[in-house]
């Protein structure tokens, strides 16, 4: 079975946030000896295409309204990543030095018009066509509706939503943007008004997954807009949690952790971990430091972060750091508390992919009071190196964390997202710090969970066979 995952982002070529981790590890666990999967991206002008090279594979041009675009498919020359990766190169268009900007319409369009006129020239069409969201949302409607890609109808197709707040709307003034089909079906691409790519994969795909069964859910009552899809389209959705790459996040060989660490010498492992961190960024290492990685958008409840770390950090025994961007605002108050909270605070405004491992691997405790969280992979990397993770009981986060609590509990779980829930959860990790015996136990316990993708990789084979 040949399965082609479409999407924008894949790790480690570009990535930012988790859909790259998963189209970055999926393939690798579908592939053996009955499954061929590979993913099709953008060549962005980015880090990892400035320091590979690359081969022409195919060059052809692409219509899109009234514009013409030279295009060519670029194939790594030498491919160290465990599964076939083809980059569609857009000169002025899609190669720029960003992954997303706020006027992606033409240029995520123009990829997608790309990936399928190119796949007109195969041999041999893929068995599954596997879409990652809104970017690559118009491809079912396009294999279904397009007269040009007439000889596709009989591919099956799936999309996974990974995040259903951004759906790629535009106006139906750019209709003629989308290669041209029956216009008696343009009520496919339509959802309150707009074209909305997002609403018309949940309307044309096989099949529509969602990266947790508890997200799947919840998006029924609440998916900014499109409940009603969501909900009328369900006999065709399925939640399948999303697993981690447990070759890239492993503390035992984890190339950019101080120490690397198993279960066994988690204590000196976490310790040299912790040290780094603390000697970095001015923090005590006697203190329970507690962390937040991710992106700083309300989704994630970072903008109650100034305010509940001003009153969590009244208790002068606890530590906070951040490594996170965004909202530009909660950003600059972040960076305002550093001054405030000199020695037990402190953040890192930006990306940065070894500081996010060395705060999975040195902190005591890992934040995540999210509003919508689909899945969430950073508290399944928090588990993996033996740091708790304190969440809202939301989505993903609802289906990997129990509270202490509970029976085998082993996080800190709060309901609401309020500033009070958060410093409330952060009381509750630093009496679990005070009981040392206790606090080790967990850390312990939690490394031995399961999160790795085989489990997730084969729901995935076992769709795929049910709509081919
Ligand atoms: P989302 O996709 O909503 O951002 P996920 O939890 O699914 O959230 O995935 C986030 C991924 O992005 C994790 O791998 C996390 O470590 C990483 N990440 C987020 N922000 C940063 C940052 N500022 N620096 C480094 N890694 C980050």
Redesign the pocket.
Known sequence: MNITHISAECYPVA???????VVGALPKYQNNSSISSQVIMPYYDVKFTQANTFTSVFKSELSIGDLTYKFNILKLKKNNLDFDVFFVDIPNLLFKDYVYSFSDTERFLAFQIATLDWMLSWDKYPDIIHCHDHHTGLIPFMLQESFKYESFRKIPNILTI??AQYQGWFSHDNVNLIPSFNFDNVGLLDWGGNINPLAAAIKCAWSVTTVSPSYMEELKTSANGLESLLSSESSKCSGIL?GIDSNVWNPETDSYIVKNYSKKTIASGKKANKKELCDTFNLDIEKPLFAF???LVD??GSDLFPEAFKIALKNPNISILL???GNKEVERKLEALKKEFKGQYNAFI????K??HII?SGADFLLMPSRV??????QM?ALRYGTIPIVRSIGGLKDTVTDISEEHGFGICHDNVTVTEITTAIKRGTKLYEKQPEFKKIRTQIMKIDHSWDASAKQYINLYNSIN
């Open positions: 990535k930012v946030g988790g859909l790259a981790d990974h995040n999303n990685i991710g992106r989704e994630k490594l996170g961007s930006g990306y940065d992919e500081l996010s999975y969280e689909p899945c969430g992979l950073n990397y």
